[in-house]
């Protein structure tokens, strides 16, 4: 979901006028922190996702993990620790919860038992480990009318939502024909990067290509043969099975335009070409994270032909907001905590939603289900379990 300037401006002001209320009553959200320092901490640096709200107070913390539990709460300024989530969850009895870890074998755990105590939350990405548990997910805060918004932060980034607002309400590149993605290519490149950061990748595609795609086609290999069911494996993290170490998959969105994303070990991984491009029939937008502060760089290639020698290359995007970074940690998740309170207190969906966390998630799903079907797949998948697992 993309903020225009108007709606931006009237979800703000709506959540100011609502703040401003709530700090003359006295009253605050009550938040927790679900973490795990035995399954890879907190992703994002969700710990700190409302530390910037004064109308939450953050009051507990649990995490299985003695050492971890007791050096994230020094950290984040909670007094009350727990080893046992489910036991903070039913004695605090929480407004929000902020869910740390990026593992997502215990995402399905967590939101339903934070929508058992009627919590709102806020919840570390990739969204789920299958389908069909990230469909009951959304089915247990759906009945309870509870909003809960997913870690998509690249999305977030002001540069990014600025690129948005250059492509689509002013046609900055003309019509949009392609988006190009690709993971990190480190140690997790094919099956593992298309997980890890493809997420990210397919929430940008989504958010620039207006809406999911169709349908999926993929190349899945492993040592440049095709991938078979006794390549299938475990991730190096709890994140399900995974197969290929390259990977080439091929999206077909609305209106015609395509989608693709690639990840392919290789001796010059570099982690700087994880991005989107998107290309349009007047130019090009490009898309990185700098790995050096995790801040967004977009630049813009002003020419139809998408060739260097057409103009003077690469410039910053037209109007560019200054971005600030003075505490990354804290800063990082403004946007994502922001605007799930004002979707509470409006009643609406929030912009960075788990149902986005899910449709990505789905993208990754048709790369494995094309690679096991052999051909294209229909987008929605009609089979809602893990296609490894069937295949394997």
């Known amino acids: 979901m993309y903020l225009n300037r108007r709606e931006f401006i009237a979800a703000s002001s709506a959540?100011?006028?609502?703040?401003?209320?709530?700090?003359?009553?006295?009253?605050?959200?009550?938040?927790?922190?679900?973490?795990?320092?035995?399954?890879?901490?907190?992703g994002h640096c969700i710990q700190y996702a409302f530390a910037l709200r004064d109308d939450v107070a953050t009051v507990a913390l649990a995490d299985p993990d003695e050492a971890g539990r007791a050096q994230r709460a020094k950290e984040v300024g909670v007094e009350r620790t727990y080893a046992d989530y489910r036991e903070m969850l039913q004695k605090e009895r929480p407004d929000l919860v902020a869910v740390g870890p990026r593992c997502t074998v215990k995402h399905r755990d967590y939101l339903m038992a934070c929508a058992e105590i009627g919590a709102h939350g806020f919840i570390e990405k990739p969204f789920c480990d299958s389908l069909a548990s990230g469909g009951e997910m959304i089915a247990a805060i759906s009945a309870k009318n509870l909003k809960w918004a997913i870690a998509f932060n690249f999305r977030g980034m002001a540069l990014v939502q600025h690129a948005k607002k250059l492509v689509?309400?002013?046609?900055?590149?003309?019509?949009?024909?392609?988006?190009?993605?690709?993971?990190?290519?480190?140690?997790?490149?094919?099956?593992?990067?298309?997980?890890?950061?493809?997420?990210?990748?397919?929430?940008?595609?989504?958010?620039?290509?207006?809406?999911s795609p169709a349908w999926c086609t993929a190349d899945v290999t492993v040592d440049g043969r095709a991938a078979t069911p006794a390549d299938v494996r475990d991730a190096t993290e709890p994140l399900g099975p995974i197969v290929g170490d390259r990977i080439h998959a091929m999206y077909g969105f609305p209106g015609g335009s395509a989608g693709y994303f690639d990840s392919m070990k290789n001796p010059d991984g570099n982690g700087g070409r994880f991005g989107i491009d998107i290309y349009g029939s007047r130019g090009v937008v490009s898309i990185r994270i700098?790995?050096?502060?995790?801040?967004?760089?977009?630049?813009w290639f002003d020419g139809s032909?998408?060739?260097?020698?057409?103009?003077?290359?690469?410039?910053?995007?037209?109007?560019?907001?200054?971005?600030?970074?003075?505490?990354?940690?804290?800063?990082?998740?403004?946007?994502?905590?922001?605007?799930?309170?004002?979707?509470?207190?409006?009643?609406?969906?929030?912009?960075?939603?788990?149902?986005?966390?899910?449709?990505?998630?789905?993208?990754?799903?048709?790369?494995?289900?094309?690679?096991?079907?052999?051909?294209?797949v229909a987008i929605p998948l009609q089979d809602r379990s893990h296609p490894l697992k069937r295949w394997a």
């Open 168 to 211: 689509s309400e002013q046609g900055l590149i003309g019509t949009v024909l392609e988006a190009r993605g690709r993971g990190k290519e480190d140690h997790r490149a094919g099956g593992e990067d298309l997980i890890v950061l493809g997420t990210h990748v397919f929430d940008l595609m989504r958010f620039f290509m207006g809406g």
């Open 305 to 376: 032909s998408w060739a260097p020698a057409e103009n003077a290359g690469w410039k910053p995007l037209p109007d560019a907001p200054v971005v600030k970074v003075n505490d990354l940690q804290r800063e990082r998740n403004r946007i994502i905590t922001d605007d799930l309170i004002a979707a509470i207190e409006e009643d609406r969906r929030p912009a960075f939603s788990v149902h986005d966390g899910l449709a990505s998630w789905e993208m990754i799903q048709a790369v494995f289900d094309s690679c096991v079907q052999g051909g294209r």
């Open 15 to 42: 959540m100011v006028a609502a703040t401003a209320a709530r700090a003359a009553s006295g009253r605050k959200y009550k938040a927790c922190i679900i973490g795990d320092s035995t399954l890879g901490g907190y």
């Open 290 to 299: 700098n790995r050096g502060d995790n801040t967004a760089s977009v630049h």
